[in-house]
């Protein structure tokens, strides 16, 4: 795994697959709590 790098250094598919991951989450929780906020205002107005 020590090999040198030639070039410009990529991340690994490692990486990129865990940065990929957190966007991901990220944009989950985005959409969930909108989401959420939404059911929890029409709950709150039905009251």
């Known amino acids: 795994m020590n090999q040198k790098k030639k070039g410009p ?3 690994t598919n490692d ?3 865990v940065a990929y991951k957190d966007l991901e989450r990220n944009i989950v929780n985005e959409i ?3 989401f959420y906020t939404k059911e929890k205002g029409k709950q709150e107005k039905k009251r």
């Open 15 to 17: 990486e990129r697959l």
């Open 32 to 34: 969930s709590n909108e």
């Open 9 to 11: 250094v990529k991340p």
